[in-house]
């Protein structure tokens, strides 16, 4: 399986999610952590669904915009 995670820079480090799978985060001090513990968390967090509902599991369609707040 393949989904797509989100890896954003911050102050303390880096964060990681995959929106495909609620609730399924990481946090680390480097991109390469980061990169491999949401990897990891992904697989932690599929040992944990039943079967059946990895089954349900559909990818999520995402689109990054800039939008102009100063309108």
């Known amino acids: 399986m393949k989904f797509k995670a989100i890896i954003e820079e911050s102050d303390t480090g880096f964060h990681a999610y995959i929106p495909a799978l609620y609730g399924c985060v990481y946090q680390g001090l480097s991109f390469e952590d980061c990169k491999n513990g ?34």
Do not use: F, Q
């Open 38 to 71: 949401i990897k990891n968390s992904a697989k932690a967090y599929l040992d944990n669904l039943p079967n059946e509902e990895i089954g349900r599991i559909k990818g999520i369609k995402s689109t990054i915009v800039e939008i102009d707040l100063s309108e």
